[in-house]
């Protein structure tokens, strides 16, 4: 089973930018839908955005419409989050996931990652 590796977590001013990359590692992620989900503390985990194998499929929580892109390249077995304009609240951890299906809902996602800690400070 695939296992993702997040990276490129950091602290970052609110307004900043940062890009988050996950990696396979154990195996690929060649037919995979891909994902992002982040945990604050204290509150539950929250769909930020997802993307299929193929080219085109892609789908945002409306918080970070605008201002996230999703991205994928398939011969690197790699997936980035390009954030801008980035928010306090916007701090958590924030962890790649991969599954079968394209989806917001986490339980669709059989291979999880560690995260990867965003810190956004005012």
């Known amino acids: 089973q695939v296992q993702p590796v997040e990276s490129g977590g950091g602290p970052v001013q609110a307004g900043g930018s940062l890009r988050l990359s996950c990696a396979a590692s154990?195996?690929?992620?060649?037919?995979?839908?891909l994902a992002w989900f982040r945990q604050a503390p204290g509150k539950e985990r929250e769909f930020v955005a997802a993307i299929s194998w193929t080219v085109g499929g892609t789908n945002y929580a409306d918080s970070v419409k605008g201002r996230f892109i999703i991205s994928r390249h398939n011969a690197k077995n790699t997936m980035y989050l390009q954030m801008n304009s980035l928010k306090p609240e916007e701090t958590a951890v924030y962890s790649c996931?991969?599954?079968?299906?394209?989806?917001?809902?986490?339980?669709?996602?059989?291979?999880w990652g560690q995260g990867t800690q965003v810190t956004v400070s005012s």
């Open positions: 996931a991969a599954g079968i299906w394209r989806s917001p809902i986490a339980y669709r996602y059989a291979c």
């Open positions: 154990g195996g690929t992620f060649s037919g995979y839908a």
